[in-house]
């Protein structure tokens, strides 16, 4: 048997679907085994012994992570836009579900797990990295708004 031999842009493609489907898997088998899929999200943030004290506030440095985040998961390009002020941090993008399709057929689930993985992401800042987070689904666009949060 002869296996293809594929192209350094057809790999990048297959490994962001791998990696959205691994989340999106491992979610789905989390909350069967009684773990909500924003919970897993939360704990999959806070089980990588992230120095929080290092972000602290940072909207630039928690910028990059998830710049880097986005990119590698969802493969935007220039449809990924960031805008970084001193006040905030924004992140528009194109649908997460709508990137992710694919997988989230092949598993056999919705737009709302995605949208609870990144509750849950966020919710790990929320409460150690001292920003406010809010986030925004829709059918056109998603949108990730940072803010420090004061005192």
């Not at 790999?11 to 679907?17: I, S």
């Not at 012994?49 to 969802?74: N, P, S």
């Not at 509750?119 to 420090?148: C, Q």
Request: aromatic share 10%.
């Amino acid at each position: 048997m002869a296996f293809p031999q594929y192209d350094t842009e057809s790999l990048a493609r297959m490994r962001m679907q791998e990696c959205q489907g691994t989340m999106i898997g491992a979610a789905l088998v989390a909350a069967r085994a009684g773990l909500p899929v924003e919970e897993f999200g939360y704990r999959m943030m806070m089980d990588q012994g992230i120095r929080w004290e290092r972000i602290q506030g940072d909207l630039e440095k928690i910028g990059y992570v998830f710049y880097e985040h986005y990119q590698t998961t969802y493969g935007f390009g220039e449809a990924l836009h960031v805008e970084l002020t001193e006040e905030r941090l924004v992140f528009s993008m194109p649908p997460l579900a709508q990137v992710a399709a694919g997988q989230l057929e092949h598993w056999k689930t919705g737009a709302e797990t995605l949208h609870d993985l990144q509750r849950g992401y966020w919710r790990s800042l929320t409460e150690n990295a001292g920003v406010a987070v809010e986030l925004e689904f829709g059918d056109d666009a998603d949108r990730v708004t940072v803010t420090r949060r004061s005192g």
